[in-house]
């Protein structure tokens, strides 16, 4: 593979979607200064080339309104066996992958696809839209009580120090006497890492009226945030189903909210960041 630093990966179909998705490339990659490669799969091998020329084709066309390089990348085979191989093999920054909502989906990122990003070494960026003008500027930090929680304060810093973004800390709200001690725990780590890394950020907690992963939709909203850190359930079993399903919810939500989807595997990340903050 032709070498590129930490580059956006997008999975590109030569729809209005996935231009949506390179919208959102563009504007990272500005801040970022990374390339973006746009990954096409065909059926055969012997769609490759001419495949090839004409993505080569439509980048050219693009690459007059965005700033930072694109490259083309064709291969054969299905996007769920190849896209984390692809993100990994090139130490991606992240994947930026659109999608049309709850019907998209499940075509796009069900629950086949959670698995694969839940095997992915970088993020997944799921988009419904083109970007806002302001990147990352207020992001929104589910606490709840799965111990991963805490894997998920790794990337404080990386957005912190890459965005200048501001976290607003969204508590859920349990009855149940564990699920609230591993809650408290949650954000009481939490709180404490981004004292000590000088990160801005208030704490809000939902009122239980609604389902926490609609409420947590509706506060997004309300606060104007840009986008939602989410933790992707690992090795989904048929035990992990209804987590898996509320995790569809909150990435395919009705309000069009960018998810960055997380990994929760150990806190040496792509763009170099470690949970100690270095």
């Known amino acids: 593979m032709e070498s590129i630093t930490k580059p956006i990966i997008i999975p590109?179909?030569?729809?209005?979607?996935?231009?949506?998705?390179?919208?959102?490339?563009?504007?990272?990659?500005?801040i970022?200064?990374?390339?973006?490669?746009?990954?096409h799969l065909v059926e055969k091998k012997e769609s490759i080339i001419p495949a090839t020329e004409k993505?080569?084709?439509?980048?050219?066309?693009l690459q007059k309104e965005i700033k930072q390089k694109i490259h083309p990348l064709v291969m054969s085979g299905n996007i769920f066996d190849k896209i984390s191989d692809v993100a990994n093999d090139y130490k991606a920054e992240m994947v930026i992958m659109g999608t049309h909502g709850r019907k998209g989906i499940q075509r796009i990122t069900g629950s086949r696809a959670l698995r694969v990003i839940a095997n992915s070494k970088v993020p997944f960026l799921i988009v419904q839209d083109k970007p806002k003008a302001d990147v990352f500027r207020k992001i929104v930090f589910p606490v709840d009580f799965r111990k991963e929680n805490k894997e998920k304060v790794?990337?404080?810093?990386y957005f912190s120090k890459n965005y200048n973004s501001k976290f607003l800390l969204y508590k859920r709200k349990s009855s149940d006497r564990s699920f609230k001690r591993r809650i408290t725990s949650n954000l009481l780590y939490a709180e404490t890492f981004f004292k000590n890394n000088n990160v801005e950020y208030k704490i809000h907690t939902a009122t239980g009226k609604k389902s926490f992963e609609k409420e947590l939709i509706d506060f997004t909203v309300e606060q104007e945030a840009d986008m939602i850190i989410v933790l992707i359930t690992r090795d989904i079993g048929f035990f992990d189903y209804m987590m898996?399903?509320?995790?569809?919810?909150?990435?395919?939500?009705?309000?069009?909210i960018p998810i960055m989807c997380i990994n929760p595997k150990p806190a040496k990340l792509a763009s170099g960041f470690r949970a100690a903050g270095g």
């Open 154 to 157: 790794a990337w404080v810093n």
């Open 244 to 256: 898996a399903a509320r995790e569809q919810y909150v990435i395919s939500n009705p309000e069009k």
């Open 32 to 39: 970022l200064g990374r390339d973006i490669v746009l990954l």
């Open 12 to 30: 590109w179909d030569f729809s209005t979607l996935a231009e949506k998705a390179l919208a959102n490339a563009s504007l990272i990659s500005n």
């Open 55 to 61: 993505l080569k084709a439509k980048i050219e066309i």
